[in-house]
């Protein structure tokens, strides 16, 4: 029988995922914390931008933490079958080091959608609004013309880069094809809060001068039953 450590090598290793040697590697400052653990801005000799190296200690490698390994297994093969796309962050492979794997994936100089939206709240204009709004629906077209659903999208895992949206965070991913999917267990209380409450109708109200079509739109993208929500492609054409 194999070791859960072989089995996960196995996993990481078999496929299309590049192998980084951790030597070509100069990991910089910590630049966040995520349901596996550290995020760091770095840099790496092959790689002409800046990266992050998204971090799993290999001591999460045991039964009790499953949940958290299948959900970083699941983010790294679902994020390397996908190809090039302008709205998806590019991941470059993986790296390791003694006690660590690490996801490589390009550096979002403009960082999460949240923290540019807190910041540019009162500046941002509709003509920028709904270029991001088409970015957006054309990451997740493609993502669907892939067969996957990203199944975890809010502006915390969207990230920016020279002002392009970046779709991240394949944890909670599904690829429609496979069988095998079920990650219920790492959500976090928020987010069965938040579900329950959109469960019982609670949606937020249209903020001030935006544009009905707009309204209209997101209002029927919210709709209860999903059959009469627009298509990805159908919201894409009428942004
Ligand atoms: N490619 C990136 N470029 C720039 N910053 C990033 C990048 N990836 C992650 N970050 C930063 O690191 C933080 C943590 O990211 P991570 O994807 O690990 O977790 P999360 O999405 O916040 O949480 P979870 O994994 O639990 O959904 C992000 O909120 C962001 O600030």
């Given at each position: 029988m194999t070791s859960s450590q072989e089995w996960f090598?196995?996993?990481?290793?078999?496929?299309?995922?590049?192998?980084?040697?951790?030597?070509e590697i100069s990991k910089g400052k910590l630049i966040g914390e995520g349901g596996f653990g550290k995020v760091y801005l770095a840099e790496c000799n092959s790689i002409a931008e800046k990266i992050?190296?998204?971090k799993i200690r290999k001591c999460h490698?045991?039964?009790?933490?499953?949940?958290?390994?299948?959900?970083?297994?699941?983010?790294?093969?679902?994020?390397?079958n996908l190809e090039q796309h302008e709205s998806i962050i590019p991941l470059y492979g993986i790296t390791e080091n003694r006690n660590s794997y690490f996801l490589v994936m390009q550096?979002?100089?403009?960082?999460t959608?949240?923290?540019f939206l807190k910041e540019k709240r009162d500046t941002l204009d509709w003509a920028i609004k709904?270029?991001?709004?088409?970015?957006?629906?054309?990451?997740?077209?493609?993502?669907?013309?892939?067969?996957?659903?990203?199944?975890?999208?809010?502006?915390?895992?969207?990230?920016l880069?020279?002002?392009?949206?970046?779709?991240?965070?394949?944890?909670?991913?599904k690829d429609i094809n496979s069988p095998t999917s079920s990650t219920l267990g790492i959500f976090g209380l928020n987010q069965i809060a938040l579900m329950n409450n959109i469960i019982n109708g609670l949606r937020e109200d249209p903020i001030i001068y935006t544009p009905l079509?707009?309204?209209?739109?997101?209002?029927?993208?919210?709709?209860?039953?999903?059959?009469?929500r627009p298509l990805i492609q159908e919201e894409l054409t009428l942004i």
């Open positions: 090598d196995d996993a990481i290793f078999d496929g299309t995922i590049q192998k980084i040697p951790y030597e992050v190296l998204k490698i045991k039964e009790k933490e499953k949940d958290i390994l299948f959900a970083f297994i699941k983010e790294l093969k679902i994020h390397s550096f979002a100089n403009n960082g959608l949240s923290e709904i270029s991001l709004a088409e970015q957006m629906a054309g990451g997740i077209h493609y993502l669907h013309s892939c067969n996957i659903i990203h199944r975890d999208l809010h502006s915390k895992n969207i990230l880069h020279d002002g392009q949206i970046k779709i991240a965070d394949f944890g909670l991913s079509e707009y309204v209209e739109l997101y209002k029927d993208s919210w709709k209860p039953e999903p059959k009469d």
